[in-house]
């Protein structure tokens, strides 16, 4: 996974400096995104340098469905939903590289095991709180409303298990309209 990730970072840096295009940073972005969480994503640009990105779809999928969590595991996917307020830029002069990073919170639904009830594989459904961040780059196809990005961040669940951390990246599409 780590390889696909520097692959495409390099493939990406590598368009950007050898085609120059108008970025096409319009109102409204709508994408894919496959990472932790995968799902759906939708970003409003405003001002000349903000943005609202709202994600929605699975949590848990690609790090792995079995996790240690509180006293007890999750053995599943869960749904998540994880909205960042933005700060977006350019890379120097270039129209077609930018930069974006940002803070928000996640909303995230799972089976959780408890290991008091391992015998009999009983489960709650949990759902968690926190705060999170990310970082990413995103690369604006010339002359083209799509664009592709690249990003990383972490979670700080707050209810019900506060300080629980997770690792959060994801690779995705987007049309800008």
Request: hydrophobic share 35%; glycine share 14%.
């Amino acid at each position: 996974m780590k390889r696909k990730f520097s692959l495409l970072l390099i493939l990406l840096v590598g368009l950007a400096i050898a085609q120059k295009a108008a970025a096409q940073t319009n109102n409204w972005a709508v994408g894919f995104r496959i990472g932790e969480p995968s799902g759906v994503n939708v970003r409003k640009y405003f001002g000349e340098n903000h943005a609202f990105d709202l994600n929605f779809g699975t949590y848990g999928g690609i790090y792995g469905t079995r996790r240690s969590y509180r006293k007890g595991v999750y053995k599943n996917v869960g749904f998540s939903v994880q909205g960042h307020y933005l700060w977006h830029g350019s890379f120097g002069k270039s129209e077609t590289l930018h930069y974006y990073f940002g803070f928000g919170g996640q909303l995230n639904s799972r089976r959780y095991y408890s290991d008091q009830f391992s015998y009999v594989n009983a489960y709650d459904k949990t759902i968690s709180v926190g705060g999170s961040g990310v970082a990413g780059v995103e690369y604006f196809l010339p002359n083209k409303p799509f664009s592709i990005f690249l990003e990383t961040g972490g979670y700080v669940e707050v209810i019900p298990a506060p300080f629980f951390l997770g690792l959060q990246s994801g690779l995705g599409v987007r049309l800008n309209f």
